[in-house]
């Protein structure tokens, strides 16, 4: 069976870990040069893992702090497949299904 990843900076893949997600891999978000941020290395973070994991969900600032080339061989990349999130998207849809569950808006925005 396939497994589901999450690969991001710390904030991004808390939300996923909140919700059960197993395999969840941190990458430094100031491309720390002990962090390989390239695809070639972020594969090898996703293979290395004991599970068989078909999706990932990359943060998208990770996927644009990469040159072409690498950011085109995820993009493309068949096993597994690499699927792009905002970090903002996620809060947002993380903040619906709080408020949903509990029908209160803990993360309620000052309208100016």
């Not at 059960?20 to 002990?34: C, M, P, Q, W, Y």
């Not at 941020?37 to 004991?50: E, N, P, Q, R």
């Amino acid at each position: 069976m396939q497994q589901l990843a999450a690969i991001g900076t710390n904030e991004f893949i808390l939300g996923f870990q909140l919700a059960g997600i197993r395999h969840t891999f941190e990458v430094d978000a100031s491309l720390n040069k002990k962090t390989d941020t390239s695809a070639k290395g972020i594969k090898h973070l996703v293979a290395s893992s004991a599970d068989n994991i078909g999706i990932v969900i990359i943060d998208e600032n990770l996927l644009d702090s990469m040159s072409f080339f690498d950011r085109s061989d995820i993009e493309n990349s068949i096993s597994p497949v690499f699927i792009p999130l905002s970090t903002m998207a996620a809060q947002e849809n993380l903040r619906k299904l709080i408020k949903k569950s509990i029908g209160v808006d803990v993360w309620k925005q000052d309208e100016k």
